[in-house]
């Protein structure tokens, strides 16, 4: 059961995927983060993404086995903390560049200065936010595999719910 529920959410998530490449959402990450961290990101989602179905299919397999789940939990931190390596890139392109070259009587290096804000917070943001959804989506299949071992219920409560 393990092993369809992990290929239902990879389904679900493939048909969001390529919505996004319908509406052109790549060309507009690959425009918007200076830094391609994005790319890093969800290239990163995907391997791990498949390596959790060869996880589930094990455990689909053969339920009892103990499977080493850490690299993955790693993974799915490391998703968080490439995004928010990106938010301090970002931040340093906004705040480092932006006003080097200001004069305030002149509105052309005034717009040039809001321009190269906007890029800077645009890649802030966009790192950050697909570093928080990668990880929570890996996180989802992670509790998938390890909801997936039945437990045995103990003396104390295994009558509790039981007809008398």
């Known amino acids: ?19 996004c490449l319908y509406d052109n959402l790549h060309i507009w990450l690959w ?7 994005s790319f890093v990101i969800l290239i990163s989602f995907i391997i791990v993404s498949l390596y959790c179905g060869h996880l589930s299919y094990q455990k689909h397999k053969k339920p009892s086995k103990i499977l080493n789940l850490e690299p993955v939990w790693f993974f799915s931190e490391a998703c968080i903390t490439v995004g928010m390596i990106g938010t301090v890139a970002g931040f340093l392109l906004m705040l480092g560049t ?24 645009s890649t802030a943001l966009t790192t950050t936010l697909l570093g928080l959804i990668c990880s929570l989506l890996i996180k989802f299949q992670l509790i998938n595999i390890e909801n997936s071992t039945p437990r045995k219920a103990s003396k104390k409560t295994s009558g509790a719910y039981s007809k008398k």
């Open 31 to 37: 425009e918007n983060d200076v830094t391609k961290l």
């Open 98 to 121: 932006a006003f080097l070259d200001i004069n305030v009587e002149e509105t052309e290096t005034l717009q040039r200065a809001i321009g190269q804000l906007a890029v800077g917070m």
């Open 1 to 19: 059961m393990v092993f369809w529920r992990w290929w239902i959410y990879i389904g679900l998530l493939t048909v969001s995927g390529a919505y």
